[in-house]
T-cell receptor, first 112, second 108 residues
Framework: DTEVTQTPKHLVMGMTNKKSLKCEQH?????MYWYKQKAKKPPELMFV???????INESVPSRFSPECPNSSLLNLHLHALQPEDSALYLC???????????FGPGTRLTVT | KNEVEQSPQNLTAQEGEFITINCSYS?????LHWLQQHPGGGIVSLFM???GKKKHGRLIATINIQEKHSSLHITASHPRDSAVYIC??????????FGKGTHLIIQP
């Protein structure tokens, strides 16, 4: 199984809502990543987890809260988002940091 | 921080043409990735290179570490190759640093 899955595929939420994005992989990878991609722009790194510990937080606002409950699962909790947070949120995993990354299909988020 | 530059930004070609996309970066890296993204879609990893050349089907990727330059070639291009091709680099323990992408359209 070389797949990274993400749910939901699409999400529309209001600025007062709380929602979560989910990412799962069963490749035994120990590094997992969240990226944000705005339309017609390259992805930007948000968070890196290594061995279930947060190793990099690229100055992301606190309204985004990552969680890695186990080695196969990565969540991104969303609260009080702004319309400018609307984007494609991509999850990726790799054997370890610095190895080839496998990307999920993304969650397209719209904040109204 | 590594600067990753891709050229061209946009490329339109006829089916069957040989395609070359270039990528240069400013700081030494441990590996370079070529990724493909279809409109509205997720990202597929095509190659990860640290030296030399790799080939997969009609796709060929090369890297010159001394010159900090990589190329992605597509032979016998086909309309289904139309996508955004993104160069990204591993600088070390961080996540990837991405180029802005090359929008490729192959016309029948």
């Amino acid at each position: 199984d070389t797949e990274v899955t993400q749910t939901p595929k699409h999400l529309v939420m209001g600025m007062t809502n709380k929602k979560s994005l989910k990412c799962e992989q069963h490749m035994g990878h120990r590094a997992m990543y969240w990226y944000k991609q705005k339309a017609k722009k390259p992805p930007e790194l948000m968070f890196v987890y290594s061995y279930e510990k947060l190793s990099i937080n690229e100055s992301v606002p606190s309204r985004f809260s990552p969680e890695c409950p186990n080695s196969s699962l990565l969540n991104l909790h969303l609260h009080a988002l702004q319309p400018e947070d609307s984007a494609l949120y991509l999850c990726a995993s790799s054997q370890d940091k610095g190895y080839e990354q496998y990307f999920g299909p993304g969650t397209r988020l719209t904040v109204t | 921080k590594n600067e990753v530059e891709q050229s061209p930004q946009n490329l339109t070609a006829q089916e069957g043409e040989f395609i070359t996309i270039n990528c240069s970066y400013s700081v030494g890296i441990s590996a370079l990735h070529w990724l493909q993204q279809h409109p509205g879609g997720g990202i597929v990893s095509l190659f990860m290179l640290s030296s030399g050349k790799k080939k997969h089907g009609r796709l060929i990727a090369t890297i010159n570490i001394q010159e900090k330059h990589s190329s992605l070639h597509i032979t016998a291009s086909h309309p289904r190759d139309s996508a955004v091709y993104i160069c990204a680099v591993n600088g070390g323990a961080d996540g990837l640093t991405f180029g802005k992408g090359t929008h490729l359209i192959i016309q029948p």
